[in-house]
């Protein structure tokens, strides 16, 4: 059995051998095993196209300087995204005619070279193959049937037979051999490395054949180049890497001897296809069609420049041809300030350095491969980032090396960064996701320098990522963040390395915890800028967001801390508004918007919207309005259109009231700022607070439902307003838009003693009590009252003295009072039966109207005036509400018809109280009061990058 399984690996070792060995073929190759595109024979030798080996020209044209014209190469590059479909394939070969054909002055058209992935989605289906192949082969050769047909389709639409027939024949012959490949597989039972390479690499060769066929179409001098007997490289390690990773895994180009086999090919094919006879003046420029992603070793081992790597072949063979930049078309408009998906106010970045490219990349940007920069910065070849649906658009611009630490230092002293106006300090804010940290804590017996020595041997050893380290010197502990897959890997590494002190204890433990991101914020203007940390950090917080580790780079280009995966989008968002790069948004889910209330708010928030955008640079966003019934979401992070709420709940796409998808909506809400704007004075809805502010929402509200509720309840949302940095402010739901809990709370914390608080806050009382007299009954005022909306929905509130009460226990609190809603004595204006009555009416009042007026008679006999008043004791804690004749000398004998007073006799206005009086009655005055609470709200959004 082991000598049959010797024979099975060596006779994959000759399969493979024979399949995979690499010609030095400088165009379309010629096949010699079977139907493969590969050719077996020494890597130095020609193919038919030229009998010039790689080291034997000496009289070549150079490639560096293209025959007649006066411009340099310029280098494309198209991903997968670029070339999806054939009508993409269209779009890229239209733009590349259109950028060889000069950029106008006369100076002629442009030798371009173009970089080419495989098509969108290609490279993950042929991955798919090798994987399927030892677990099911007829899987493996249905999806490899299904990628073939899939190429081969889009090829026949772009171009004629005559084009297409030789290219679809070479395609169905690849997929012969992989075929034959992948089942070989089947005799080792395991994946070599290089076969995984071998068969991903086929994307990009069909990729580029298609993209020359289509311009063979339009008569432009084009020919399609395979990179793997070209591109020659030193690779330290095997395999694709993870997807979306931004490391080339120690892959590095074989200068002298590709710029070699560049010029052959320039010197055959080129000469066979007269691009070295273009007439530039006239608009007529060579093409060249290149395969990214693949390359071979220097002894003919195909290879890759794994994922994501055909950035990295643009700028290798840009810095090849000498080019004079290097354009990487994208479906964005350049690089961005942050990941638009995650942070929806993100925008193009002009320009960048090189380093500042490279530290974006590096903490998980996804636009920019970071190997891809080093043949641009040997060469000092910018690189463009730009868009292939905007054309137009400028895009981002790289180039550039920032100024070292030293060069910085000896320009000028330390600056705080907010004092340099208009400028901001930082590029970007971007993350790395499916991290985890591995912890050795407590290792202060062994020593520092031996733990660190040992810790980073064992992540070496055993080939672990390490992206942040961290060391607390006081007890020798180490931190790392580590990819997540290798989170194990490393823990297990190192308790095999501490085993002895682990079994000593002179280490204290060792853990990793997955599930976290790494966040960094990065530019060339953060060294020698103080506040920056400060402002990052502040963010982070008002956002809640706990940080697990924090780590700034010794270049003082970033500074990248680690939080859990969860809040990476928070964190990103609250971050990139601290530092300005986008205005700050508030999330707005607002409750009772089509009630009287919540109308006249949505009118103030529509009104002074572009005020708050362009004065404190707040923006607000409804993104859920709900009533009673219905409830809408918005569906993009713009939120629900202002001007239609009203319009939005009874549209088709509005959903029956749901408060816990309400709650699980604005909870799921990235935004770090969230607020809950609630009009409806429910007891329903107040129930959900504790859970909001659990969440670090803000909440803004009027009613009185829970501020006057019972005082366990109370003391339990302070306490959770304060653990999560939530804000409550309900200012309104006492004197409406009147400055009276905003007052009380500036005497107390000025450390005025406060020893009485008295007057009237009940607007509507106010409005009745000012109206009615010999000739306009009590009910009729009240109903008077009704037709102007100053009542509450139910009357009782109003006439039971239950409204004042309440607020007289919001005040009363606020003073450090504890008192429950039933400790107030009040007086209410209702019988037993009226109290009882759920639909009570103004026409039900008349039954007390002799009764009132003859109070009022009284009271006018003494030159008084009826007011319903309320008095608060500090020191002995009696709190009531009550019907009073006041006379002159009483500040409420002036109390206008919708107005509310309220006055403060202190230590400091002993002699004469502080009044505050002023209009409260309405929902007009209402939306005013919560409109005032979301300034003070909003103003804080705005400190904290302020």
């Known amino acids: 059995m082991r000598n049959r399984a010797h024979l099975y690996v060596g006779l994959y070792s000759i399969l493979v051998a024979f399949i995979v060995q690499p010609t030095n073929s400088f165009g379309p190759p010629s096949r010699s095993l079977k139907s493969t595109s590969w050719k077996m024979m020494s890597p130095i030798t020609a193919n038919s196209h030229s009998a010039v080996a790689a080291d034997e020209p000496v009289s070549q044209e150079k490639i560096l300087q293209p025959k007649g014209s006066q411009h340099k190469w310029e280098v494309h590059k198209f991903g997968g995204a670029s070339l999806a479909t054939a009508e ?113 690499g ?49 892959v590095l180009p074989l200068w002298d001897e590709t710029s070699k086999r560049l010029e052959n090919w320039w010197n055959t094919i080129g000469v066979d296809k007269g691009m070295l006879d273009c007439d530039y003046v006239a608009g007529q420029s060579p093409i060249v069609i290149v395969t990214g992603f693949v390359a071979s070793t220097i002894d003919g081992v195909p290879t890759t420049l794994k994922r994501s790597g055909s950035d990295y072949s643009a700028t290798i ?56 920069m080093v043949p641009c910065i040997d060469g000092n070849i910018p690189v463009y980032v730009r868009n ?44 790395v996701d499916k991290v985890a940290l591995v912890t050795l804590e407590g290792a202060s017996a062994i020593g520092g ?42 823990v297990a590494a190192l308790r095999s390395t501490f085993e002895l002190e682990l079994a000593r204890s002179t280490v204290g433990s060792l853990s990793s915890s997955g599930g976290m991101s790494i966040v960094a914020i990065i530019g060339e203007g953060m060294a020698f800028s103080s506040g920056i940390s400060a402002t990052f950090m502040t963010s982070l917080a008002r956002a809640n967001v706990n940080i697990r580790l924090i780590a700034q780079g010794s270049s003082e280009r970033q500074v990248a801390v680690v939080v859990r995966q969860d809040d990476a989008s928070r964190a990103l968002r609250a971050a990139h508004m601290a530092f300005t790069l986008s205005e700050t948004t508030a999330s707005v889910v607002l409750l009772g918007s089509s009630g009287a209330i919540g109308r006249a708010f949505v009118e103030q928030l529509r009104s002074q919207r572009r005020a708050l955008i362009d004065d404190l640079s707040i923006c607000p966003r409804v993104m859920i309005a709900a009533n009673s019934k219905r409830m809408s979401f918005a569906k993009t992070a713009k939120g629900l259109h202002i001007d239609s709420l009203k319009e939005q709940l009874l549209g088709d796409e ?122 306009t009954t009590f009910s009729q005022a009240f109903a008077q009252a009704m037709e102007k909306h100053f009542t509450e929905s139910d009357i009782r509130e109003d006439l039971g003295g239950a409204d004042m009460a309440r607020k007289v226990v919001i005040l009363a609190r606020q003073l450090g009072i504890n008192v429950e809603l039933e400790d107030v004595e009040v007086e209410s204006f209702l019988t037993n039966e ?27 006999a003494d030159d008084r005036l009826l007011r319903y008043k309320f008095e608060i004791v500090k020191e002995t804690g009696r709190c009531r509400c009550f019907l009073d004749a006041v006379d002159k000398a009483d500040p409420l004998y002036r109390l206008k018809s919708i107005e509310n007073l ?21 929902p007009d005055l209402a939306a005013a009061g919560i409109f005032s609470d979301f300034l003070r709200l909003t103003r804080a959004y705005a400190s904290d990058r302020a």
């Open 449 to 490: 320098s031996s733990v660190a020595e040992k810790f980073m041997g064992a992540m070496a050893a055993n080939d672990i990522n390490v992206l942040i380290i961290t060391q607390a010197s006081s007890e020798a502990s180490i931190c790392v963040a580590v990819p997540e897959n290798e989170g194990e890997k490393a």
């Open 902 to 922: 309220v006055a403060f006799e202190t230590d400091r206005f002993s002699s004469s109280p502080m009044i505050i009086k002023g209009a409260a009655a309405g």
């Open 834 to 860: 009226m109290a009882a009555n759920d639909d009570l009416k103004a026409e039900d009042l008349e039954v007390i109207d002799p009764i009132m007026l003859k109070r009022f008679k009284e009271a006018k």
């Open 388 to 431: 292939i649906f905007n054309p137009s658009f400028e895009g981002t611009v790289v180039q550039g090396r920032s100024a070292t630490l030293k060069e910085t230092a000896a320009a000028g002293k330390t600056v705080n960064w907010r004092s340099k106006k208009g400028i901001i300090p930082i590029k970007g804010v971007t993350s």
């Open 317 to 372: 063979f840009a810095k090849l041809t000498g080019a004079s930049r290097v354009t990487m078309w994208k479906n964005t408009d350049g690089v961005y300030t942050a990941d638009p998906r995650r942070v929806p106010e993100a925008f193009s970045i002009a320009s960048l350095k090189y380093d500042e490219a490279l530290e974006l990349a590096y903490f998980g940007a996804q636009v920019l491969h970071p190997s891809a």
């Open 88 to 200: 993409l394939y269209k779009t890229v070969g239209d733009l590349l005619i259109s950028e060889a054909s000069g950029r106008g002055g006369g100076s002629g058209a442009i030798p371009t070279m173009a970089i080419v992935s495989a098509r969108g989605g290609m490279t993950d289906q042929l991955v798919k193959v090798v994987d399927s192949a030892l677990v099911d082969f007829e899987e493996a050769k249905s999806v490899l049937n299904a990628a073939v047909e899939g190429q081969i389709e889009l090829l026949r639409e772009l171009a004629p037979p005559e084009i297409t027939s030789k290219i679809e024949a070479n395609i169905r012959n690849d997929a012969n051999d992989i075929l034959l490949l992948v089942q070989s597989l089947r005799m080792i039972n395991t994946v070599p490395a290089v076969t995984m390479e071998v068969v991903s």
């Open 654 to 775: 509005a959903e029956a009231t749901d408060m816990d998808r309400i709650s699980a909506e604005i909870e799921a809400d990235v935004n770090p700022h969230r607020v809950i704007i609630d009009c409806t004075n429910s007891e329903q809805v107040s129930e959900y607070y504790e859970r909001w502010m659990s969440a670090g929402i803000d909440i803004i509200s009027p009613s009185r439902k829970l501020a006057a509720g019972p005082l366990d309840r109370y003391n339990r949302v302070c306490e959770l307003q304060k653990e999560n940095s939530a804000s409550w402010q309900y200012s309104s739901s006492v004197g409406s838009a009147l400055p009276v809990l905003a007052t009380l709370q500036d005497l107390v914390e000025s450390g005025d003693k406060i020893h009485k608080i008295r007057g009237s806050v009940s607007g509507t009382l106010a409005y009745v009590l000012s109206t009615f007299d010999e000739t």
């Open 202 to 250: 086929y994307g990009e060769i069909w990729s580029a054949q298609t993209l020359n066929a289509y311009l063979q179409t339009q008569n432009v001098p084009c020919e399609w180049m395979d990179a793997r007997p070209i591109l020659m490289v030193q690779s330290d390690s095997s395999g694709l890497g993870e997807k979306g990773a931004a490391s080339t895994g120690g």
